[in-house]
């Protein structure tokens, strides 16, 4: 009797013995507390015992019953021939895919992830037949990725479907998928994609090795792989992308990048990714370059106001209310009289209520949510401030640096612990504070590098084209190179 294991690789040294009896055995110990294995015995020709072994919900019954169970049923066995597995699998069965194999862990991946495997007696292989029907979420608009104008599909929950999205949008021999397998007990499918002629090998090479690296019970989601691979793992910014919509999967690989599509998650990884990337969006290709290029400018405007306006607003309060207009101080003093809290607390009180209602409305059911924002963000706004618990002038800033944050969602993890520092920074040394915090976090956006390549490449040698897509959008007809990681670097004649 097979000792139970936690992972499929743990049975490598088994093989099957050739005697179906014992065989079927070893499968149903190995499944013995699983209640949806099923197994079914069937004769072919003149009494040649198979059996079928499959996970019910997996497969495609009527596709099953088509291709393999009727296929054995009326199969005439000629007199004057040996039955093995290979002569099964080309003159009777009738899928698309059939494999042979003698390694237990293909038949037993092969059991768990739809497919139906046929043990012939007398053979020490199997074959494994292509029968997989699992339902699938089907395809959708990502909720998180909306756009106005373009492409209205989105990745879901199946790898290999969303690979086919991918190959839809890139009808060339030139794109590479390689298949990884990561999880000791998940034994997850990882596709590595990239288009042979423009990825870096030596970045192919390096993401396969920290790949390999990962030593883990089991994956669930993209987010497992990019904690354990990403360069910086601690640091604020993220240094690999993210997307579930195949078209900014196809524009990366275009591009020389490389994307990491993992089973059971819609959301798939692209690498390198560069700073630039955060104020970026989907439709900024989709819409004319003008205005592409006014929403690109705001999205850095919006950056720069929301982790810094409650700042140097606690600041100004603070130590150098001197430099306030006189109008504009007199107003700020008259409305701070009878608060009773100091302003860096008000500040950072403020902050903390805005995150709890962003996270509650974004949990709670939709229409709630909605509900939920209006009441936390007017009413009990209004009446914090006619109670005199907050300042009007105060409320503001904050709220507007809040919906600032909103124009880069890719950077909100960091926009909310750099807003949160810089007003401890103000509140210690005023505005000397937000410039050495300021200087400090530009030193570290500099000194990033993912998979090798500087996080901020783009602005290393300024020139046109090299800042084309970065601060602004230009005009296709400009777009005439890759970035500058890629040495394939014209897309355009020259």
Known sequence: MIVLSCGVNDYKNVT??????????LFKNIFSRDAVLRTREILIGEGLRCYMIFMDGMVNSAQQGETVVEALVEANLPNDCEVNCKYIAQNILFAN?????SKLPDMLRAILYGDTLLIVDKNKTALTINTKGWRTRGISEPDSERVLQGPREGFDEAAMFNLA????????????????????????LVFVCYLGSLANQNTVKELKKRLEKINIDGILDSNYITENIRDNKYSLLKTMGSTERPDIVAARLLEGRIALVVDGTPVV??????????????????INFTLASFTRALRWICFFITVSVPGVFVALVTHHFDLLPTHFALTVAKLRVGVPISSVIECLSLVLAFEILKEAGLRMQQNLGHALGVVGGLVVGQAAVEAGIISAPMLIAVAFSAIAGLMVPRLMSAVFYLRIFIIVACAFLGLWGFFVLSSLFVIRVFSLKSFGVDYTESFARPKFQTLKDTFFRAPWKFMKT?????KNRFRKGK
């Open 16 to 25: 099957l013995s050739g005697k179906i009896d014992k065989d079927i055995a």
């Open 97 to 101: 895919e059939v494999t042979e194999t």
């Open 165 to 188: 999205m991918i190959r839809r949008k890139l009808l060339t021999p030139d794109l590479c998928i390689e298949l990884m397998r990561i999880g000791r007990r998940s034994d997850t």
């Open 269 to 286: 990884l692209t690498l390198p990714y560069l700073f630039s990337e955060n104020f970026q969006s989907d439709e900024d290709y989709y």
């Open 482 to 486: 890759r970035p500058m990681f890629n």
